[in-house]
Nanobody, 124 residues
Framework: QVQLVESGGGSVQAGGSLRLSCAAF????????MGWFRQAPGKEREGVAT???????TYVDSTKGRFTISRDNAKNILYLQMISLKPEDTAMYYC??????????????????WGQGTQVTVSS
Protein backbone atom coordinates (compact mmCIF):
# COMPACT_ATOMS: atom_id res chain seq x y z
CA GLN A 1 0.00 0.00 0.00
CA VAL A 2 1.42 3.35 -1.06
CA GLN A 3 1.84 5.79 1.82
CA LEU A 4 3.43 9.24 1.91
CA VAL A 5 4.10 10.91 5.25
CA GLU A 6 5.22 14.54 5.42
CA SER A 7 6.98 16.22 8.33
CA GLY A 8 9.05 19.30 9.10
CA GLY A 9 6.46 22.05 8.85
CA GLY A 10 6.21 24.81 11.41
CA SER A 11 6.04 28.52 12.07
CA VAL A 12 8.90 30.82 11.13
CA GLN A 13 9.47 34.51 10.59
CA ALA A 14 9.99 35.94 7.14
CA GLY A 15 13.50 35.25 5.93
CA GLY A 16 13.69 32.00 7.87
CA SER A 17 14.23 28.46 6.65
CA LEU A 18 12.55 25.08 6.93
CA ARG A 19 13.21 21.63 5.55
CA LEU A 20 10.26 19.42 4.77
CA SER A 21 10.55 15.65 4.51
CA CYS A 22 8.29 13.07 2.93
CA ALA A 23 8.81 9.41 3.76
CA ALA A 24 7.51 7.02 1.12
CA PHE A 25 6.31 3.48 1.73
CA UNK A 26 4.90 0.64 -0.31
CA UNK A 27 6.52 1.10 -3.73
CA UNK A 28 9.86 1.42 -5.52
CA UNK A 29 10.49 5.05 -4.58
CA UNK A 30 13.56 5.54 -6.80
CA UNK A 31 11.69 4.61 -9.98
CA UNK A 32 9.15 7.39 -9.97
CA UNK A 33 8.48 11.09 -10.13
CA MET A 34 7.84 12.98 -6.90
CA GLY A 35 6.50 16.47 -6.33
CA TRP A 36 5.80 19.06 -3.68
CA PHE A 37 2.57 21.02 -3.78
CA ARG A 38 0.97 23.60 -1.53
CA GLN A 39 -2.46 24.96 -0.83
CA ALA A 40 -3.25 28.19 0.96
CA PRO A 41 -6.70 28.84 2.44
CA GLY A 42 -9.16 29.81 -0.26
CA LYS A 43 -6.74 29.03 -3.05
CA GLU A 44 -6.22 26.12 -5.40
CA ARG A 45 -3.48 23.61 -4.83
CA GLU A 46 -0.37 24.59 -6.77
CA GLY A 47 2.78 22.77 -7.72
CA VAL A 48 6.00 23.90 -6.08
CA ALA A 49 8.71 21.59 -7.40
CA THR A 50 9.17 18.18 -8.96
CA UNK A 51 11.98 15.67 -9.25
CA UNK A 52 12.04 12.73 -11.62
CA UNK A 53 13.66 9.32 -11.33
CA UNK A 54 16.91 10.69 -12.80
CA UNK A 55 17.04 13.57 -10.36
CA UNK A 56 15.99 16.24 -12.82
CA UNK A 57 14.16 19.05 -11.08
CA THR A 58 11.64 21.72 -11.99
CA TYR A 59 10.40 24.68 -9.97
CA VAL A 60 7.62 27.17 -10.27
CA ASP A 61 8.88 30.71 -10.76
CA SER A 62 7.87 31.88 -7.29
CA THR A 63 10.19 29.37 -5.62
CA LYS A 64 13.21 29.38 -7.91
CA GLY A 65 16.39 30.23 -6.07
CA ARG A 66 14.72 29.77 -2.67
CA PHE A 67 13.46 26.17 -2.63
CA THR A 68 15.43 23.02 -3.39
CA ILE A 69 13.82 19.64 -3.97
CA SER A 70 15.92 16.52 -3.48
CA ARG A 71 15.52 12.83 -2.86
CA ASP A 72 17.41 10.16 -0.94
CA ASN A 73 16.60 6.94 -2.75
CA ALA A 74 18.43 4.83 -0.18
CA LYS A 75 16.12 6.10 2.55
CA ASN A 76 12.98 6.57 0.43
CA ILE A 77 12.70 10.20 1.50
CA LEU A 78 11.84 13.31 -0.47
CA TYR A 79 12.98 16.72 0.79
CA LEU A 80 12.12 20.34 0.23
CA GLN A 81 14.66 22.81 1.58
CA MET A 82 13.12 26.26 1.84
CA ILE A 83 15.10 29.43 2.53
CA SER A 84 14.24 33.13 2.48
CA LEU A 85 10.66 32.27 3.32
CA LYS A 86 7.97 34.86 2.69
CA PRO A 87 4.50 35.28 4.21
CA GLU A 88 3.04 34.28 0.84
CA ASP A 89 4.68 30.86 1.26
CA THR A 90 2.21 30.13 4.06
CA ALA A 91 0.24 27.03 3.10
CA MET A 92 -0.30 23.35 3.72
CA TYR A 93 2.47 21.53 1.89
CA TYR A 94 1.88 18.11 0.35
CA CYS A 95 4.15 15.58 -1.28
CA UNK A 96 2.81 13.54 -4.16
CA UNK A 97 3.84 10.66 -6.36
CA UNK A 98 3.01 9.52 -9.84
CA UNK A 99 4.14 6.18 -11.25
CA UNK A 100 6.07 7.49 -14.21
CA UNK A 101 9.82 8.06 -14.41
CA UNK A 102 9.38 11.50 -15.94
CA UNK A 103 7.37 14.15 -14.17
CA UNK A 104 4.13 15.24 -15.89
CA UNK A 105 4.45 18.89 -14.95
CA UNK A 106 3.02 20.53 -11.86
CA UNK A 107 -0.71 19.97 -12.34
CA UNK A 108 -1.99 18.30 -9.20
CA UNK A 109 -4.46 16.22 -11.21
CA UNK A 110 -1.52 14.41 -12.80
CA UNK A 111 -0.37 12.91 -9.49
CA UNK A 112 -1.91 9.78 -8.05
CA UNK A 113 -0.77 9.51 -4.45
CA TRP A 114 -0.73 12.17 -1.76
CA GLY A 115 0.41 12.65 1.79
CA GLN A 116 -1.65 14.21 4.53
CA GLY A 117 0.22 17.52 4.43
CA THR A 118 2.34 19.59 6.78
CA GLN A 119 1.58 23.21 7.65
CA VAL A 120 4.06 25.99 6.96
CA THR A 121 3.31 29.41 8.43
CA VAL A 122 5.53 32.40 7.73
CA SER A 123 4.94 35.57 9.71
CA SER A 124 6.05 39.04 8.68
Amino acid sequence: QVQLVESGGGSVQAGGSLRLSCAAFGYEFSWYCMGWFRQAPGKEREGVATIDSNGRTTYVDSTKGRFTISRDNAKNILYLQMISLKPEDTAMYYCAAVFTGFCPGTRSASYSYWGQGTQVTVSS
